[in-house]
């Protein structure tokens, strides 16, 4: 009796917790929806759902009020759920933004109804608003910020593949309210990057590189050309992108503009596959080495080189492509080491500028060696290939490519190579004589000198004038410190290598693929001393790859790839042999080959398919290798954990029957 009294009592207790515990539980969901409502558990590697402390100080640094216009048609949520559930991630950080801006600023939300004011103020502010019938019915999804002085910035368009750079491109637009004058940044380029001509003067469609675009919203671009004689005034970093033919005296105006404490971010390349590969180039027929650009005299100034006659590729960092193998007849999976995707492995942690980089695209790139201590002059890598780096003669990219070539003649190098670098410190010039002197004129021009008229003799002196004011204020050496990044590779700013382009509506928008622009974006923000935004790029990662996993498959391609080479190697003597013993002969030399060599021809042909079925094996037994592994990983993702699950269920309840049993033999011993 007493134990099912106890029973009962148990019973009872266990009902009276079930209810109290729902009561605590509707409790508890009303009191956090009331109290916690912004209070968000970042459980994510880097944070990528809090607001970073840039942000925070971006907010803290407003002096005047701004106001943030959010634009949201709720027809969206009920039509596209999943963006309904983004829209809520960005009201969310909209509200984060304005909580701890102490007021400073005022976060507005609307819901733009067709034929509404709120639908009218959208367009006046340039929103894009996007038909979703035929009936015209356009929803909007954007924000604008306006300040106290009317200036406008805007996000279009919300675009869900931008979700990791949402706290930066919210916190770009609080930014530039509160700092609406622009750094003006010069610009020396040998490739369109800026559009066509018709697209610069607002008559055609805007063909602008997309990373010249995003240069555009945050610095007052100044084109500088390439024979120009000086840097403009208020330009305190000059971007060079390609630069080729560029005159002495452009050379000595940028030489002298470093050591008066300008900034310099320089991307070369000995090969350009963008530009190798643009129809009107080669409709030109430019020679193979007209795709090359170099900065070699102020280069050398500063201790460096671009390695002459050579490219970087890395086995380790190469892309995977498909190739047809030598013989033509099938596809091969291999990792092409001139197409390079570098991860964090190979991006400096010590730099702001590369700090928070996860992906770097590069294609074809070279490689900055030291020639020698330069004193003053600190060089410091930013980018580099990994321990697999090497190289590759830059002449089997001039020309039909054979990327089984390219790898097969990959040097592996001693050490990783330079992609990527600072210089800092303090240099000396270049031009050691001097500004280069205006050309003297030649003995024909000097009679024609006494008939020039006066204004031409003018000009005559105006220039005379100027090179010795230039002499006047020549620097041996650094007035200033020095800050020049150099970039061994041009393509890695081409839209293709760091992002996806599509269409929304009557625009266009990009799903970004790696961290190119927010390297060249970092560069420019760093050097004119606005890199309060810097960190807030690329916060999450593109790619999170199992190492291991990568390791091993490089490990079991490893084994076969010397054997492959060994084999094509083999095959294509046999071939060349066979090809020179089957040309059409002349009577005479039939007689003799039917007679002679006979026997060579068919010992020959049962080598090239002995060597072709030899090759088939290697190159099947790699792909087993490989889908093996595959088949292990996919057993482990899919089983393992599972059954790992089941055993821990089995297990609690075996603890849990073994309690009752243990209870129930004490209520009976009672």
Known sequence: ???????????????????????????????????????????????????????????????????????????????????????????????????????RIELQVFDPEPFTDAEDRADSFGLQGLPVDRTGERVFFGLAGTNSIDDVELIPFFDETRERDL??????????????ERPAVGLITGLPIAGSPMSQSGRGQNDAWAIYNLLLASVDVR???????????????????????????????????????????????PHSEGEAQHPDIRRRGMPPEGFASNLERLFEAWGIELAPGELAGDSGFGRRVQVPDRSRTRLMAVDYPLWLGIDRKGISRADSVSAELSLLNIASPGHFRTTGEVAGVEVTPLVTTSDDGGTVPVSLVQGPIDPLAIVHAFEPAEKPLVLAARLTGEAATAFPDGPPEPEAPEEDDRAADSAKDGGDKEEDEEERAAWEALKAAHLERSSAPMDVIAVADVDMLADPMWMVEGAMGDGRIGQVLSDNAAFFLNAVENMTGRD??????????????????????????????????????????????????????????????????????????ADVVRLRRELRDVQHRLRQDVEALTSQLEVVNIALVPALVALFAIVLAYARRARRRRAQEGGRGA
Do not use: C, W
Not at 19 to 48: I, K, M, P, Q, Y
Not at 77 to 98: K, M, N, T
């Open 1 to 103: 009796m007493a134990a099912m009294e106890r029973s009962r009592q148990r019973s009872l207790f266990a009902r009276l917790a079930l209810v109290l515990l729902a009561v605590l539980f509707v409790a508890g969901v009303a009191l956090s929806d009331r109290l916690l409502r912004h209070a968000r558990l970042d459980l994510t590697e880097e944070g990528a759902y809090t607001l970073a402390e840039d942000s925070r100080r971006v907010v803290s640094e407003i002096d005047e009020p701004i106001v943030l216009r959010f634009y949201f048609s709720s027809r969206i949520s009920r039509e596209i759920p999943q963006v309904g559930v983004y829209a809520r991630h960005v009201r969310d950080l909209l509200e984060e933004f304005a909580a701890v801006s102490d007021g």
């Open 167 to 180: 706290e930066y491109d919210i916190a770009r637009i609080v930014h530039s309210l509160a700092n609406p």
């Open 223 to 269: 084109q500088i050309i390439s024979t120009a004689t000086s840097v403009p005034e208020g330009v305190g970093v000059v971007v060079l992108v390609h630069p080729k033919r560029l005159t002495d005296e452009t050379l000595y105006a940028l030489d002298q503009f470093v050591l008066r404490g300008g900034k310099l971010l320089v991307f070369v390349d």
């Open 532 to 605: 309060d935004l810097v960190s807030l790029r690329s916060r999450g990662s593109f790619q999170r790859p199992f190492t291991l996993v990568e390791d091993i498959r490089r490990e079991a391609e490893s084994k076969h790839r010397a054997k492959e080479k060994e084999l094509l190697d083999r095959l294509e003597e046999a071939l060349r042999r066979l090809n020179e013993l089957e040309r059409d002969p002349s009577a005479e030399q039939q007689v003799v080959l039917t007679t002679a060599q006979t026997g060579s021809l068919k010992t020959l042909r």
